[in-house]
């Protein structure tokens, strides 16, 4: 079995090609096997109000692909342009191995694999934030 395994909790909504889904009164589990499928869990959607730090901005524009709400040919250059601005911020060997995480997944179109890269610096940019404070 491939692809991708979503496992849902009651009532847990998921955005799959555009389509919100929301799953049943019990867990659940399946696959999508649609390999360029766009899939966004939506408790993990960043909301537009929290779009205020910088790495917040580069995932909910990875986010609006996901989502359909941009098309990916726009975006992947400006996309690519503010993975390349952050690099100039997160210089630690971690950070530098997630962005080039990212833009292999930009590369490759694959978005929900961007997204997902990119939102394992905001822990990283909180802390960086709350130094600078």
Do not use: W
């Not at 359909?68 to 996309?79: K, S, V, Y």
């Not at 530098?96 to 939102?119: F, G, I, N, P, S």
């Amino acid at each position: 079995m491939g692809g991708l395994v979503l496992k849902l909790a009651p009532k847990e909504r998921v955005l799959i090609n555009g389509v919100v889904i929301e799953n049943g009164d019990r867990r659940s589990r399946f696959s999508i096997m649609t390999p360029q499928a766009n899939v966004l869990r939506l408790r993990d959607a960043i909301h537009p109000e929290e779009v205020n730090t910088p790495v917040r901005r580069v995932c909910y524009a990875a986010q609006l692909v996901l989502s359909g709400d941009t098309e990916p040919d726009q975006a992947r250059q400006q996309l690519l342009r503010r993975v390349e601005e952050l690099s100039q911020v997160f210089t630690d060997a971690d950070s530098r191995q997630v962005l080039a995480d990212a833009t292999e997944a930009l590369v490759a179109e694959q978005y929900y694999k961007c997204l997902k890269a990119l939102r394992s610096l905001l822990p990283r940019e909180e802390r960086l934030m709350a130094y600078q404070v």
